[in-house]
């Protein structure tokens, strides 16, 4: 009774109280939200080249590519779209990064200088919800992983009863695999961001190989000759172009979350050269996965008369056991890593940020383990276009944010941004009552038309004109590009001027004046 009356009490849940860099208390940072100090910047350009070789070969970008095939587009329509998609992200991506490695804050802290500090909470928490989404989502993939791991080792796991009706998506021996996974999965999530690196580097060895090995069997089965070359694709005219317009927005859907909070990662670079190699090493990365993907299940749909979009169900086709389970293996790594990296870790500093004083990365990451029950994420995988339809559907909200990050640092304040004012509820980046009504004016514009696009994609029954479908086939450009458009235009006829400086100030100017006082008078002392 004495444990369970301690658990009860708000204090027990308080973090450990710390000194915080320039917070005016604990109730707004934590160690976890205060700048890197620079021991702990410890990630090199080739950390970045195998986070994203690792995170291009993992599930969602296989099954982004193959999805494409399924709703008409051949590999020639395919392959581009995923290039350009990523090509677009890379340069955002970088955009962004470049601010994390400059400014060793994370995305929670730096969305307040754009959106001010209170309203950086609504990016935040939808940041949130995001990250939660496709947490469960790879949740359900690796459970998949582990259904054809158990299958190969013992077949008669596919004969399991199935207590569950065909309405819900998912089979008892499903929903048994998804909690295997999920305990596997859950100690990974306490490794500390400096540390989890080497989880990359180890999948970029291992998973790459096993993409290889797969292509090299779809080839081998059934030759380019008379699979892959004589695809073509089954849409002609306009129909043809906004397949294609909707396949590249879904490309950009598929990192897009990352792009808003990569500074999450490049606050741990050792200087802001290592994280420029983005701009290369994704697109590069991603088109050959996309280019994987695609030839494999090309190779499927000959071999088994269907197009099996998802990788773990070509696999379940496979009678060698052997490849079957060290395949799935393959994917089991490639998505923990993918998961822990681009969702948890993500999550954790959000909620960090939205509760400090109870809340570190590491509870935050816990936190989302636990949403992936709530999420059913069986149900948005349930066929190709819905998941291409999720993927479409919440880049309404992060093209603007992009759009909005982007123009403030680089165009607006041109770089010459106030660190510690960031940690501040009364500081320069209050603007109006805690509201950049810039930024909020910009959502305004860019989020409402594609409104109707999204409520058809969830409900195909409802019918809301091609005019709003064909937008929101490009949802993620139209909301990045008119959002930093409106908002630098407003940022430009009323500026606000007390957040305008001649330079940048990354350190507490008082803290500064402080420890400059103390060494003249330790200095006087000695002499």
């Known amino acids: 009774m004495s444990s369970f009356s301690r658990l009860s009490k708000r204090a027990t849940w308080q973090l450990e109280t ?35 070789i690792s995170d291009a070969t993992n599930a969602p970008v296989w099954e982004l590519a193959s999805s494409m095939l399924a709703i008409g587009l051949s590999w020639r329509q395919a392959l581009p779209a995923i290039a350009v998609g990523h090509l677009i992200i890379a340069v955002v991506m970088v955009l962004n990064g470049t601010i994390g490695a400059r400014l060793h804050v994370s995305f929670p802290v730096l969305n307040r200088s754009s ?64 909690l295997l996974y999920w305990l596997v999965q859950f100690p990974f999530m306490l490794v500390s961001p400096q540390k989890i690196r080497w989880l990359f580097v180890v999948k970029a060895m291992i998973v790459p190989a096993t993409w290889v090995a797969m292509l090299i069997w779809a080839f081998v089965r059934v030759p380019p000759s ?3 070359l004589n695809q073509h694709t089954t849409l002609k005219g306009s129909e043809l172009g906004w397949a294609w317009m909707s396949a590249v927005n879904s490309a950009l859907g598929l990192y897009s979350t990352l792009a808003v909070n990569i500074p999450d990662f490049t606050r741990y670079a050792k200087n802001e050269q290592a994280q420029r190699v983005q701009i290369f090493i994704i697109p590069i990365a991603f088109t050959l996965a996309g280019f994987v993907g695609i030839a494999v299940t090309t190779a499927g749909q000959q071999l088994y008369g269907e197009t099996l979009w998802d990788p773990l169900r070509l696999i379940d086709k496979w009678d060698n056991r052997a490849a079957a389970f060290f395949a799935s293996f393959s994917f089991l790594l490639a998505t923990l890593g993918t998961n822990i990296s681009a969702n948890s870790l993500s999550a954790g500093n959000d909620m960090s940020a939205l509760c400090p004083r109870y809340i570190n990365i590491r509870r935050g990451q816990v936190i989302c383990a636990f949403s992936a029950w709530i999420m059913c994420p069986w149900e948005i995988l349930n066929e190709a276009t819905g998941f291409l339809a999720f993927m479409n559907g919440y880049t309404i ?38 509201v950049n009504w810039r930024a909020l004016l910009a959502l305004l514009i860019s989020v ?19 005019g709003a479908t064909h937008l929101f086939d490009i949802a993620w450009l139209f909301g990045f590009f008119v959002a930093s458009f409106v908002y630098y235009v407003a940022s430009v006829l009323f500026p606000a001027t007390e957040t305008m400086l001649d330079e940048a100030i990354l350190e507490d100017p008082s803290e500064n004046s402080e420890c400059i006082d103390s060494k003249q008078e330790e200095t006087q002392v000695g002499a």
């Open 397 to 434: 909200l992060l093209g603007p944010f992009a759009g909005i990050m982007v123009t403030d640092y680089w165009l607006v304040h041109r770089g010459r941004v106030d660190v510690p004012s960031m940690y501040r509820p009364r500081g320069r980046y209050r603007y109006t009552g805690g």
């Open 115 to 178: 959106f001010g500090f209170w309203f950086s909470y609504f990016s935040v928490i939808s940041r949130v919800v995001l990250a939660m989404f496709w947490f469960s989502i790879q949740t359900f993939t690796g459970s998949e992983c582990i259904y054809q791991m158990l299958k190969a080792i013992w077949p008669s796991v596919a004969r399991l009863p199935n207590h569950l009706p065909a309405s819900a998506n998912i089979t008892t021996s499903g929903m048994m695999c998804y």
């Open 226 to 228: 008379q699979g892959l």
């Open 448 to 466: 409402p038309p594609n409104l109707p696009g999204l409520v058809s994609s969830i409900n195909t029954s409802i019918y809301v004109g091609s």
């Open 18 to 52: 710390e000194e915080t860099s320039f917070a005016p208390s604990n109730s707004w940072s934590n160690k976890d939200m205060d700048p890197v100090p620079v021991e702990k910047r410890t990630w090199s350009t080739w950390n970045y080249v195998a986070y994203w």
